[in-house]
């Protein structure tokens, strides 16, 4: 009797899918800030309108001489540090960002070399301002399969290294940082539960980066032409930002059934406070519980939301419904449920 419910138990084991946690979580921003009252003296601009318009305060800047590597091998670091684990023990490290060091070799082939990852490999992700919620969801299924067990999933990105400071529509808005975190088999029901990812290329016109690749290799007439700084049509890529991240936010909860009050966390890309606002109403979400750091770092692109963890984990409880949420560059956008898995 006691022998075939053991073996029961065993083969539901066997049969429970494997989750993905969330075990640990670094960041890092560089120490140089550019405030709105900086960006005052560069170009036709003002605090109050940067504030009233997009939530910014201030951002970061990274050294000219240091790249993308560089954010994510200190966010690890920390990470490596906080979890004590060595670098070695990493199986795979994923790096989201549109500003990766080099066209190739990848980012995550740096860092993984840089930390000492002598087990791991690693691979980009461009997703833009999506690009950690495709490479948490990627990541993930390393560790549900069971092929890997340590996965570090970082968003970084050095807006500063594609933004024209003499165009007040963009400079204003980015900012540079990164995060990262570490995916391991979770020990409970806690982990990553649900993803809901989308692009549409619909979104090339508005929001991009002309020049450097294969369809424009830089020239001297790209460069006169400022074809390697960011391009954005802020009005248009707003109105599909707040109608798509709200309509994506909602679509989980409702799949999950998840409702307003059992939501403890909305983690949103923070590209600007209204688009935020808009979702949270749209997911009938209490402000407490709407994550925050626009106003310090701006626009960090693929850093956003592993920035969001870094600065707020110390408020997240084990078995917190936790729904992160992003719109960017593609366009590309979407939506992950999680519930978190350690006490800090
Ligand atoms: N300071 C002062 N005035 C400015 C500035 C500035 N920094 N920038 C623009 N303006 C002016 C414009 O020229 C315009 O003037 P006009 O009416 O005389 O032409 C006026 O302010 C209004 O401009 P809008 O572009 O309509 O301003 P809006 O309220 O839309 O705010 C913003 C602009 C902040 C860019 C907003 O459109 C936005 O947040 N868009 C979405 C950003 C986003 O989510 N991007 C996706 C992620 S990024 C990625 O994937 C890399």
């Known amino acids: 009797m006691n022998f075939q419910f053991l073996k029961l138990q065993r ?121 950690f919620l495709y490479a948490l969801d990627t990541g993930s299924k390393f560790i549900e399969s069971g092929k890997h067990q340590k996965v570090i999933v970082c968003g970084a990105d050095k807006m500063s290294s594609i933004v024209n400071y003499k165009d007040r529509n963009t400079c204003v808005i980015f900012g540079d940082g990164g995060a990262a975190v570490l995916l391991e088999p979770s020990q409970d029901e806690n982990g990553i539960i649900d993803s809901v990812l989308k692009s549409d290329g619909v979104g090339i016109d508005y929001l991009n980066l002309k020049a450097g690749g294969s369809k424009h290799p830089s020239s001297h007439e790209t460069i006169d032409n400022d074809m390697h700084y960011l391009y954005q049509e802020g009005k248009t890529v707003f109105k599909f930002a707040v109608t798509n991240m709200a309509e994506v936010s909602r679509e989980i909860m409702d799949r999950n059934n998840l409702t307003g009050d ?63 949420a992003a719109f960017g560059g593609g366009f590309t956008w979407g939506a992950i449920y999680l519930k978190w898995s350690y006490n800090s």
């Open 262 to 324: 059992s939501v403890d966390y909305l983690c949103a890309h923070q590209a600007n406070l209204r688009i935020i606002d808009a979702t949270a109403r749209r997911m009938e979400l209490d402000e407490k519980k709407v994550l925050i750091n626009i106003s310090k770092y701006g626009n960090t692109t693929a850093g956003t939301i592993p920035l969001l963890f870094s600065d707020f984990e110390s408020k997240f409880k084990k078995g917190d419904n936790i729904v992160l």
């Open 11 to 131: 083969i539901e084991a066997k049969n429970k899918p494997m989750r993905a946690a969330i075990t640990a979580v670094g960041g890092y921003v560089p120490e140089k800030i550019l405030t709105n009252q900086d960006l005052e003296k560069m170009v036709d601009t003002s605090d109050e309108w940067i504030r009233t318009r997009t939530g910014i305060v201030e951002r970061r800047i990274l050294e000219e001489d240091k790249a993308t590597s560089d954010l994510c091998i200190k966010a690890i670091e920390k990470l490596l540090d906080k979890r004590g684990i060595s670098a070695e023990e990493i199986d795979l490290v994923i790096v989201a960002t549109v500003t990766p060091d080099h066209a190739f070799p990848s980012t995550a082939n740096i860092v993984t070399h840089k930390i000492g990852a002598t087990k791991a490999w690693g691979f980009d992700m461009s997703a833009a301002c999506s690009g």
